[in-house]
Each structure stands twice: as structure tokens, then as C-alpha cells.
């Protein structure tokens, strides 16, 4: 890092002062009377500069170099992670939560979560969730993380059990660990008490595991009825989001004949490895953030927005 003008530690001129010099300097100092009062705090620089004089520091030469050493630093973790090419960025997430109203792509019923496919937006946005938990591969969560890529996660019991741990670090670094049952069954084939306990001990569980009580809930396979949706309500759930597209290691799938991404929409993929798809955990990120940034979109936290 540049050394801050004036805190180096040579003389003005460059070179050592003498010892006699000093020797010199100081006794000529102690004759010389009492020194002039320090310049009072309030005369200091401030930390963050007001008004113009931030806005002229802004737009200097060293402000302007740490931007292009930025975007450099930034290039060069894509290329290390094999992306075509940078991720665009996602705006600010709202202040609040938008109201959801009835809508293509979102279900509303009075006293029941809303089930929603698309995030009603006109923002270049989309959100990446990744389910079930049984793949917990640790490139995964770097790559995630170095690429500045959020997620939302919907974690099965039974198949994250094994190692907690890993859904803690993903929390960690700020992506959501989500409801997806205890055991990942069909809930629509079974009755509400049933539901019920799948739902609410993931909640327990979660909670216990990660810190937080979940405020989302996917359903297995997608499948649910209004059981599903008042059993879900009774343990605390605000949402409930599926999805439009699906992603794997090799392609990306879509609901709508146009065959493209649009404002708001949800992906769909999974935890799983080598031995279920064509490719890792990375390959799929890579895949996604490919697909999305092609198209002129930006991936955002779905739990900013539901």
C-alpha cells in the first residue's frame, strides 16, 4: 500500500539527520521558550469529508485508482473462477419489503402465505435459490462469496443433518437458510397434522442449528394444497416461493415458451454433486451467473424481497 504523505519516516530532504544535528535541534528547542498550543481538534481533517470537498475527493486522481484497482481486483477473481465475464451488480435491496398483490406469478389467499413464482419488479433482478442440502461442497460457498453471488437456501433435514456446519458458514456470509421439511415428502398426499410436523420441526430445527427462524418455505417437489399453506402460516411462515426456471451444471430450463429470463424471476437448483449431475457445484454457479449476466440481469437476495 502507498505510504501517506507526510508519515514516512526520512527527513524532508530525504536523507538521515545527523546525531549532533539532533543533539542540536533539541537543546536549541529547550531554549527557545514554551511551545505554541497544539491546533485544536476541531481543525483537524474529518475522517469523511462534507459536502464538495467529498465530492472533489471522490473524483481525484487517488479516488479514480482505488475505483480501477477495484474493478481490476474484480475481473481477475471472474477470470480465476472461469466466468465469461463480470456479474453485474445488484441494485440496493428496498428499504422494505414490497406488498405483494395478486398478479401473474403470485398467489394470494386471504389468511394463507402468498406463493409466489415471480418477484413482482420492473428492476433487471433475479434470485438464485438452491435446495435440499445433501452436496456441501466447499468451492461452492467460496465461489459464492468471492463473486459477491447471493443465495437463498432450502434445506431438508435429513439431508443436511450430516453437517450443519456448512449451512451455518453459508449463513455467515449473509445467504438465507430456508424451510424445506424434515424429511422432503410430498406434503400434498398428506393430512394437515402430518404437514404440520414436517413444516414446524424444520423450523425448530433450523432454528437451533442456524440462529434464525426461517421466514420462507419451499415445499418438496413444489407440491403443496391449502393445508400445506395453513400449516406453514401456524409456524411462522411469510412466504412461500417456487420458481420459473431450473438450473443444472450443463443448461438452464424454463417455464415460458420464450425460453428467457424476466424482471423478478426465480431459479430453481440443488445441492448435489458429480455422482447425481454433469458437473460440480461451481459449474453450476458458473452456469447460472453466465446465463443471468448474458441476459442483462443481476442476481439479488430473494429474502430482501419476500
Not at 414446524?200 to 419451499?218: A, K, N, T, V
Request: charged share 25%.
Amino acid at each position: 500500500m502507498a505510504a501517506v504523505a507526510g508519515c514516512g519516516g526520512g527527513s524532508a530532504g530525504g536523507g538521515a539527520v545527523p546525531s549532533t544535528a539532533r543533539a542540536g535541534a533539541s537543546a536549541a528547542t529547550d531554549r527557545s521558550g514554551p511551545r505554541p498550543p497544539a491546533a485544536p481538534a476541531a481543525l483537524a481533517v474529518p475522517a469523511v469529508l462534507p459536502g464538495p470537498a467529498r465530492a472533489e475527493e471522490e473524483t481525484s486522481g487517488e479516488a479514480v485508482a482505488r475505483r480501477a484497482e477495484a474493478a481490476r481486483a474484480a475481473l481477475e477473481t471472474a477470470r480465476r473462477w472461469g466466468l465469461a465475464r463480470l456479474p453485474l451488480p445488484a441494485p440496493q435491496p428496498p428499504a422494505g419489503r414490497p406488498e405483494l398483490r395478486a398478479a401473474q406469478g403470485v398467489k394470494l389467499a386471504d389468511g394463507l402465505p402468498p406463493v409466489v413464482y415471480r418477484v413482482p419488479t420492473e428492476q433487471p433482478i433475479v434470485f438464485l435459490t438452491v435446495d435440499d442440502g445433501a452436496e456441501k461442497d466447499p468451492e461452492f460457498s467460496r465461489m459464492a462469496a468471492e463473486l459477491g453471488i447471493p443465495l437463498s437456501t432450502f434445506v431438508a433435514d435429513y439431508l443436511a443433518r450430516s453437517d450443519y456446519g456448512y449451512f451455518r458458514g453459508l449463513a455467515g456470509q449473509g445467504d438465507a437458510v430456508n424451510n424445506h421439511t424434515i424429511n422432503h415428502r410430498n406434503l400434498k398426499v398428506l393430512d394437515y397434522a402430518t404437514q404440520r410436523d414436517e413444516i414446524c420441526r424444520q423450523q425448530d430445527q433450523l432454528e437451533g442449528q442456524i440462529g434464525s427462524r426461517p421466514r420462507l418455505f419451499r415445499p418438496p417437489y413444489g407440491e403443496y394444497n391449502e393445508d400445506t399453506l395453513r400449516a406453514a402460516g401456524s409456524c411462522g411462515i411469510e412466504a412461500v416461493p417456487l420458481w420459473n426456471e431450473e438450473a443444472f451444471p450443463d443448461r438452464m430450463e424454463y417455464r415460458y415458451e420464450d425460453q428467457r429470463l424476466h424482471p423478478g424471476d426465480i431459479i430453481l437448483t440443488h445441492f448435489r454433486g458429480t455422482d447425481l449431475w454433469p458437473g460440480t457445484m461451481p459449474d453450476l454457479l458458473r452456469k447460472v451467473v453466465d446465463e443471468v449476466t448474458a441476459q442483462g440481469f443481476a442476481l439479488a437476495r430473494l429474502d430482501d424481497y419476500l
